[in-house]
């Protein structure tokens, strides 16, 4: 029988194994070694290392999108959405290091398996940012000018991008509270109606 614990638990040791190895350099014995079970017992789970790279963003992204979607559920304004989204995406890369390594470098590869994985549970999460710009559009509150396929692809490079200094022993002087407040801040005069 398999069990849900041990995928979870094999998940989160390849989550941090690629995350110090890097995708293509790390072995399934290191993944089984991290996870402390046999090596075979990856494969009574796993097809191959590419379905665990991918299992884990279907489980670590499914989990981003889960949880900002309760937050977001809860806020009708589309500018307070928008400070949500990105206070809980640097909020969620700022505690699990592991997993934002993996996202900044992996999901960068040009493997067409990872190409294709974007178009998944990846833009789904993009997703959530281009229909809050919508919202904003369709009531006013966002410019009608900005497409939002083009906003989600701008937000989410700034949060990468504040993300990997915090993750590449670049000092950071800011809290993550002062950096989510000038993102939040600059993307939200941006988009607002009658700015420019």
């Known amino acids: 029988m398999k069990s849900p614990d041990k995928h979870r638990k094999i998940i989160r040791a390849a989550t941090k194994v690629f995350a110090k190895k890097g995708f293509f350099n790390a072995r399934i ?4 070694k991290e996870a402390k079970v046999a090596d075979g017992t ?5 097809n191959n290392k590419f379905d665990i790279l991918l299992s884990v963003f279907e489980q670590e992204i499914g989990k981003l999108i889960d949880h900002v ?4 559920d809860k806020e009708s304004s589309s500018k307070a ?3 949500i989204f990105v206070n809980n995406h640097l909020m969620e890369m700022k505690k699990n290091r592991y997993l934002a390594e993996v996202i900044h470098i992996e999901l960068r590869q040009t493997s067409k398996l990872i190409r294709e994985y974007r178009k998944n549970k990846f833009n789904e999460y993009l997703e959530i940012i281009a229909a ?3 919202q904003g559009q369709e009531d006013g509150t966002f ?3 900005i497409q939002p396929d083009i906003a989600r692809q701008i937000v989410f490079g700034a949060l990468d991008e504040i993300s990997i200094c915090w993750h590449t022993g670049n000092e950071c002087p800011h809290s ?3 950096v989510s407040n000038q993102i939040t801040s600059l993307f939200q005069t941006g988009f607002l109606a009658g700015a420019g």
């Open 29 to 32: 014995s290191d993944i089984a």
């Open 42 to 46: 990856i494969y009574l789970y796993f």
């Open 69 to 72: 979607s309760s937050l977001l």
């Open 81 to 83: 959405r928008l400070e």
């Open 132 to 134: 809050i710009i919508v």
């Open 143 to 145: 410019r009608r000018d």
């Open 176 to 178: 993550l509270e002062e």
